[in-house]
C-alpha cells in the first residue's frame, strides 16, 4: 500500500463507521466473525483445495494424522500408527470418536476416504500424492493398513488428510459431516459460512458458540470491520501495512508467531544465461531481503534460507546463505562474462525478465529486486499478470524469473525437497518448475525416499539443502511469519507454523462489553 492509501485509512474507517455501513452477522457475541478474503469452492476435503476449503476443513473435520509445532507428524483420530515392513503402515484408531450425525468413526470410514484417491474415476488434485499406494485395508473396526509399492519414508505426511464418513457422495460438498469441533450449519453463497459447536468433540467442546466466516474481499474493508467489531479475528489476510495501522488501535491485538510461507525467486535453469551459476549466485547477492522483510513486509517475515521452514525438523541452518552484497554480485558478473559496457553509465551488463502476480505486495517488492539488479549492471523488465496466467506460464517453462510463494504445509515435509528439485520431478509430475539437474541431489533423494530412519533421512535432506543452497536453483526471500488481528477481548489465540483454523475452539471473549451489534 502506498503512502497515500496508507493516509487515507483512517479517514475511510471514520466515514465508513460514521455511515453505519458495517453490521455485525449475529447478536451473539460469543459467536466469534472470522474475516476469510473468499468463498470456499467446495466443502469436501478430498475435493476442496482452496484456501478458504481448507481452513473451513480444518475444523469441521479432524485428520487422520496431523502435524505438530515442529511439522512431525503425529496421531489424530488415529491413536498410533505403526511401520511393521518397509511397504506397509498399520493405523489404530481412537474409540468413541463420533460424526456430527452421532454415528461412530470405525476403519470403514478411512477405508473410504483413501480408496477414493485410488479409484480412476474419482476427480481430485489430491489423488497424486497416493499413487505409491497399492491397498488400504479395514484389519477390524478400528485397525486400517495402508500397503504402498515400494518403500516410501515420506508416507505418513499423506495421511494428514481429512477423513469423510462411509459413503459419501457428490452432495457431500454442499453439506459436509465430520468429526471436528464444529458442525456445518449453512453457507451462503459469497457472503457467510456457518459453523455451530459439536458438544461431542473428542477434544472436548469449543469454548464459543460458533463460528461465522464471513466473506470480505477487500484489504482495507477487513480493516475497518476489526476496528468496529463487526468482525472478530482476521489470520494472515490484511496486508502488512494495513496490521502496521492496526496494532496501534487500543480495542485490537496482534498476535504473532514464525510461520511456514516461503517466497522466492524461481529460475529458469535451460535458460542460457541462467544456466551459468555465476549469474544465479550474483542475483542472491544483489537481492536485498533484510529491506524487504523490513519495509514491505513491516517485519511480518523474517530472510530466508531455504525452502524448508527453521521449524521443520530437517531443516539446515547451517547452509550457504546470500547477504546483500553488490560488490560480490558485480564481481560474478565480471567472472561469467558480463563486464559494465561503460563503467558508471546507464548501459545494462545483461537483461532478464521477472514475472510476478497482480497483487500490490508484489509489484513492490518486484520494483525493489527491479533497483537490486539494476544497481549491479542488470536491467529487469518486469512483466505482471493475473495469477492464472502466471501460474500457466510457470507450468510451461516459459519464463526467465518469476516469484511464487509456497503456503501453508505445503513444505512440511522435507520430501519436498524430492518434488522440487529431483530431476524426474519436472512439470507435469513434479514441482522442478526450473528444470534444476544435479545428480548428487537425485542419489541422496533416493535414498531418503527409501529410507524410514529419520536420522538417516535428516542427514541426506541436510546435504541436499546444502548443495541446493549453493546452486541457486531458487533465490529465497523470507519467510512469512504468522499474524492475527483480533479484538483485544478475545483470549486463547495460538497460532501454529501453518495458521491452521483449528485454534479457534480454544478462543473465547473474556468481556462483551466492546462488541459492536
Known amino acids: 500500500?502506498?503512502?497515500?492509501?496508507?493516509?487515507?485509512?483512517?479517514?475511510?474507517?471514520?466515514?465508513?463507521?460514521?455511515?453505519?455501513?458495517?453490521?455485525?452477522?449475529?447478536?451473539?457475541?460469543?459467536?466469534?466473525?472470522?474475516?476469510?478474503?473468499?468463498?470456499?469452492?467446495?466443502?469436501?476435503?478430498r475435493v476442496g483445495t482452496d484456501d478458504v476449503s481448507a481452513k473451513a476443513a480444518q475444523v469441521i473435520f479432524n485428520n487422520l494424522m496431523t502435524l505438530d509445532d515442529h511439522l512431525r507428524v503425529v496421531p489424530d483420530l488415529a491413536e498410533r500408527l505403526e511401520n511393521p515392513e518397509p511397504t506397509r503402515y498399520v493405523v489404530t484408531l481412537r474409540r468413541g470418536v463420533k460424526f456430527h450425525d452421532g454415528h461412530e468413526l470405525t476403519s470403514a470410514d478411512v477405508v473410504y476416504t483413501f480408496r477414493c484417491f485410488l479409484d480412476p474415476t474419482f476427480i481430485s488434485p489430491r489423488k497424486g500424492a497416493y499413487r505409491g499406494v497399492k491397498a488400504v485395508d479395514a484389519l477390524d473396526r478400528y485397525t486400517v493398513t495402508f500397503t504402498l509399492k515400494e518403500p516410501f519414508g515420506s508416507f505418513p505426511v499423506n495421511l494428514v488428510?481429512?477423513?469423510?464418513?462411509?459413503?459419501?457422495?457428490?452432495?457431500?460438498?454442499?453439506?459436509?459431516?465430520?468429526?471436528?469441533?464444529?458442525r456445518f450449519v449453512r453457507y451462503s453463497v459469497d457472503d457467510q459460512l456457518e459453523l455451530a459447536p459439536f458438544n461431542d468433540y473428542y477434544?472436548?467442546?469449543?469454548?464459543n458458540d460458533g463460528l461465522v466466516l464471513k466473506v470480505v474481499p477487500d484489504d482495507i474493508m477487513r480493516g475497518?470491520?476489526?476496528?468496529?467489531?463487526?468482525?472478530?479475528?482476521?489470520?494472515?489476510?490484511?496486508?502488512?501495512?494495513?496490521?502496521?495501522?492496526?496494532?496501534?488501535?487500543?480495542?485490537?491485538?496482534?498476535v504473532e508467531s514464525p510461520g511456514t510461507?516461503?517466497?522466492?525467486?524461481?529460475?529458469?535453469?535451460?535458460?542460457?544465461?541462467?544456466?551459468?551459476?555465476?549469474?544465479?549466485?550474483?542475483?542472491?547477492?544483489?537481492?536485498?531481503?533484510?529491506?524487504?522483510?523490513?519495509?514491505?513486509?513491516r517485519g511480518l517475515a523474517t530472510p530466508a534460507v531455504g525452502i524448508l521452514p527453521p521449524m521443520s525438523w530437517a531443516f539446515q541452518s547451517d547452509v550457504f546463505a546470500f547477504t546483500h552484497d553488490p560488490a560480490k554480485a558485480r564481481a560474478l558478473l565480471d567472472e561469467a562474462g558480463y563486464p559494465d559496457p561503460d563503467g558508471d553509465g546507464p548501459l545494462p551488463r545483461l537483461r532478464l525478465t521477472l514475472k510476478v502476480s497482480n497483487l500490490e505486495f508484489n509489484r513492490l517488492q518486484s520494483s525493489v529486486i527491479q533497483q537490486n539488479l539494476r544497481d549491479v549492471g542488470?536491467?529487469?523488465?518486469?512483466?505482471?499478470?493475473?495469477?492464472?496466467?502466471?501460474?500457466?506460464?510457470?507450468l510451461k517453462g516459459s519464463f526467465q524469473m518469476f516469484t511464487l510463494q509456497w503456503v501453508g504445509g505445503a513444505v512440511a515435509d522435507p520430501d519436498i525437497l524430492r518434488r522440487v528439485f529431483d530431476s524426474r520431478q519436472t512439470p507435469p509430475s513434479g514441482f522442478n518448475r526450473?528444470?534444476?539437474?544435479?545428480?548428487?541431489?537425485?542419489?541422496?533423494?533416493?535414498?531418503?525416499?527409501?529410507s524410514t530412519d529419520d536420522d538417516r533421512r535428516r542427514t541426506l535432506f541436510g546435504d541436499v539443502q546444502h548443495i541446493v543452497a549453493e546452486e541457486a536453483p531458487y533465490i529465497s526471500l523470507w519467510y512469512k511469519t504468522n499474524a492475527a488481528v483480533a479484538r483485544r477481548n478475545l483470549a486463547g489465540i495460538h497460532l501454529l507454523p501453518t495458521a491452521d483454523f483449528i485454534f479457534l475452539k480454544d478462543v473465547f471473549r473474556t468481556s462483551t462489553r466492546e462488541t459492536a451489534h
Do not use: W
Open 1 to 45: 500500500m502506498n503512502t497515500r492509501a496508507r493516509a487515507a485509512l483512517p479517514a475511510a474507517l471514520l466515514v465508513c463507521c460514521l455511515a453505519g455501513c458495517l453490521h455485525r452477522p449475529t447478536p451473539n457475541p460469543n459467536v466469534l466473525i472470522i474475516g476469510v478474503t473468499s468463498g470456499p469452492n467446495n466443502l469436501d476435503p
Open 161 to 182: 488428510m481429512p477423513i469423510v464418513p462411509d459413503g459419501a457422495g457428490p452432495a457431500f460438498r454442499d453439506r459436509p459431516i465430520g468429526t471436528g469441533p464444529y
Open 203 to 207: 477434544g472436548g467442546a469449543p469454548r
Open 224 to 254: 475497518l470491520e476489526l476496528r468496529k467489531g463487526t468482525m472478530d479475528i482476521v489470520v494472515n489476510d490484511l496486508a502488512p501495512d494495513i496490521v502496521y495501522q492496526l496494532e496501534r488501535e487500543p480495542a485490537l491485538q496482534v
Open 261 to 297: 510461507d516461503y517466497q522466492y525467486i524461481g529460475l529458469n535453469l535451460r535458460d542460457p544465461i541462467l544456466k551459468d551459476q555465476r549469474i544465479r549466485q550474483a542475483i542472491g547477492y544483489a537481492v536485498d531481503r533484510q529491506a524487504i522483510v523490513a519495509h514491505l513486509r
Open 378 to 394: 542488470i536491467a529487469l523488465e518486469v512483466r505482471t499478470f493475473e495469477f492464472a496466467t502466471l501460474y500457466a506460464d510457470v
Open 434 to 450: 526450473g528444470f534444476f539437474q544435479d545428480p548428487r541431489v537425485d542419489r541422496l533423494l533416493d535414498e531418503a525416499a527409501r
